[in-house]
């Protein structure tokens, strides 16, 4: 049920009410800590009853915590810094049955419209939450990105320490910095750094990668002002996407920012967007969304300015129409995808940045090698 909360509270207020969010941002910064004895207790499980000679040291008080766990620091052998996340006891065992209580109140409480087509977001949140409970998962993802973005210095993903993670501990060196949406106060050159450096990431694990860390939680990424580098934590919601998804999805983006309606409707349908009987409001309701959501890499804008944008308010009058009026749930790879989407425009928002992001998307288009179309 924390996760849910976490998850909505990262989004903006198009469909959630101003109050709900406020609750739903509260849920997010707090997450209770285990005791000691429950922490060793875990770590006497997972890491065996020897797991003290494995480490120099480790402070039993956590230095964060989140919603499935919290992390703790502590110093190898051989000097090494780490940072170890534990799991809390039960938690994969019940994100059925709390997902299942949770959207059941909701119901009751009419907070999410009809239109939402809520059974399948649920199911989504289950499987993705029994990714994220998953830390061998995790670690596999973990290293798999840090992979990913080794030709690109400005990215840094932390090793994995082996011999300390299992299904329900994940130990990795420790990092420096801090998590993006403190940077607001940074000097104006460092916060476009920082915007152009996570958007350029997003656009190579849609269209480069097709692996994208879907969680868009601003403490999932750090910023070192030393190295200028951005630092990638928390791969347990890391997911695919399939090359023919992706070979229309890139179509409908760069038809967007082209200004191509048309285009935009066709692809939607054979992306399952559109059924293809819908009225000419929900036609023109979905194809209007795209059309300002691609805004962003329109070249005619050139500059986009992410500190006074309008997008949202815009957005937000479309919604009621959607909602009203669609036949279908979108396809279900777009709950991650567009939620990290969203927390990465809404970081952009947040820094009040202006950035041409044209160039980014060309960039990743022309390079772009399609299967089908």
């Known amino acids: ?24 941002e509260r849920v997010r910064q707090s997450a209770d800590f285990m005791p000691q004895w429950q922490v060793e207790k875990v770590l006497v499980t997972e890491l065996g009853p020897d797991w003290k000679s494995k480490l120099s040291s480790l402070d039993l008080k956590p230095f964060a915590a989140a919603s499935i766990g919290q992390v703790h620091a502590g110093l190898l052998k051989d000097g090494t810094e780490v940072a170890m996340k534990i799991q809390y006891p039960g938690v994969a065992k019940g994100i059925e049955s709390d997902i299942d209580n949770l959207i059941g109140v909701m119901k009751i409480w009419n907070v999410f419209p009809e239109g939402m087509f809520l059974d399948n977001l649920v199911e989504v949140a289950k499987k993705e939450l029994g990714w994220e409970v998953d830390y061998k998962r995790e670690a596999e993802c973990t290293r798999k ?47 476009k750094h920082i915007c152009k450096l996570v958007m350029e990431l997003c656009l190579r694990e849609l269209f480069q990668f097709r692996y994208m860390q879907t969680d868009p939680n601003w403490s999932n990424f750090f910023y070192n002002k030393d190295t200028k580098q951005l630092i990638l934590l928390d791969f347990g919601a890391t997911r695919a996407y399939s090359k023919e998804f992706m070979d229309q999805y890139i179509q409908v983006i760069k038809a967007g920012a082209d200004g191509d309606k048309d285009k935009v409707l066709t692809i939607s349908r054979k992306m399952g967007f559109l059924t293809g009987y819908e009225s000419k409001i929900m036609e023109e309701a979905h194809v209007n969304t795209v059309m300002i959501l691609s805004e962003v890499f329109s070249e005619k804008i050139g500059e986009f300015d992410f500190g006074g944008q309008d997008t949202t308010k815009r957005i937000t009058e479309l919604v009621p129409t959607i909602l009203n009026h669609r036949l279908c749930p979108p396809p279900e790879e777009i709950y991650s995808l567009h939620r990290k989407l969203s927390g990465v425009f809404l970081l952009c928002s947040k820094l009040k940045v202006k950035m041409a992001c044209y160039p980014m998307l060309k960039d990743v288009y022309d390079n772009y090698k399609f299967d089908t179309v």
């Open 1 to 24: 049920a924390l996760k849910i909360g976490q998850i909505l509270s990262i989004q903006d207020s198009n469909v959630i009410s101003p109050e709900l969010q406020k609750a739903f």
């Open 145 to 191: 990105f840090k992979e990913l973005v080794e030709p690109y210095p400005y990215y840094f993903v932390p090793t994995v320490i082996d011999e300390l993670s299992t299904g329900q501990i994940l130990t990795t060196e420790l990092i420096e910095g801090v998590p993006v949406d403190q940077c607001v106060d940074l000097d104006y050159e460092s916060r």
